[in-house]
Every structure is written in structure tokens, then in C-alpha cells.
């Protein structure tokens, strides 16, 4: 026969306690990977526009400049 444990009112307040503070934790690890990945979009999006512009905007210049 297997014994099962019982478990008191504090040892089952400390497992719903650490679930809590794990959950927290999980949550915010997500919320700041997500933060990340935004400023990396944004990063890649201004390099594109300077990429893409200022070879423009020399092209406009030394074409009237001729």
C-alpha cells in the first residue's frame, strides 16, 4: 500500500506561494523577451530607412550637381 502524503495548510500555502513566484517569474522573462524582439524590429527598421535613403539623397545631389 502506498502512503499518501497529506500536507498542512502551511506546507500547501508555501507550494501555492512558490507556484505564484514561478509563474512571476515565467511572465516577466516573456514580457522582456517580447521588449527585445520589438527594439530589434525597430533597430532593423531605421538601419533599412538609412540604408535605402542616404544612397538616395546622394544620388539626388550629384545627379544636379552635373
Do not use: H, N
Not at 19 to 47: G, L, M, P
Not at 56 to 64: E, I, N, S
Amino acid at each position: 500500500m502506498a502512503k499518501q502524503q497529506k500536507l498542512t495548510a502551511k506546507q500547501k500555502s508555501e507550494r501555492v506561494r512558490a507556484d505564484q513566484e514561478r509563474e512571476k517569474r515565467e511572465k516577466e522573462q516573456r514580457e522582456r523577451a517580447a521588449k527585445s524582439k520589438k527594439i530589434f524590429t525597430v533597430v532593423i527598421c531605421i538601419i533599412l530607412v538609412l540604408a535605402l535613403g542616404i544612397p538616395t539623397v546622394a544620388l539626388a545631389f550629384l545627379g544636379t550637381g552635373s
